[in-house]
């Protein structure tokens, strides 16, 4: 009767924990990091592989932010909603934006994170330093 009943408790136990586990709102994860190696510059009409790790896994929300002197409005410009950790993106080209105009990729989990010591979520998210948007001609001369 007693190993029974422990097995009975821990099947109980385990469905609890697979149950607790696969709730999408106030789970853990763990931080976003960006893997692609950015350098200082991203090359106008280029294809570049993004990918990153971390977070909930149930979506992202990847974007950039373009800046350049005189501007004051911070838009956010989205390049893809996904479930993958890993998208191609065609940069812009170099005449749709001002001359000196820098990037800033952000990638960002869609789901909230809880902490073990809090009450409050926490949406994880990664960020780049600002990219120089470059054509091709002058990058080759760099």
Same mark, same amino acid.
């Given at each position: 009767m007693f190993p029974r009943l422990v097995s009975t408790l821990v099947v109980a136990l385990f469905g609890f924990v697979s149950l607790t586990s696969a709730l999408p709102l106030g789970h853990r994860s763990?931080?976003?990091r960006w893997r692609?190696?950015?350098g200082k510059h991203l090359v106008a009409d280029s294809l570049v592989e993004l990918e990153w790790?971390?977070?909930s896994g149930n979506g992202y929300?990847?974007?950039f932010? /373009?800046?350049w002197p005189g501007s004051t409005d911070?838009?956010?410009i989205g390049i893809a909603q996904t479930k993958s950790t890993s998208l191609k993106w065609r940069v812009p080209r170099a005449d749709a934006y001002p001359d000196d105009t820098t990037f800033i990729l952000v990638v960002r989990d869609q789901s /909230?994170?809880?902490s073990p010591n809090s009450k409050r979520s926490t949406v994880w998210y990664d960020h780049t330093s600002t990219?120089?948007?470059t054509s091709m001609a002058l990058w080759r001369r760099a």
């Open positions: 763990e931080p976003l692609t190696p950015f790790e971390g977070g929300d990847v974007y932010i /373009p800046q911070i838009k956010h /909230p994170s809880t990219l120089e948007l």
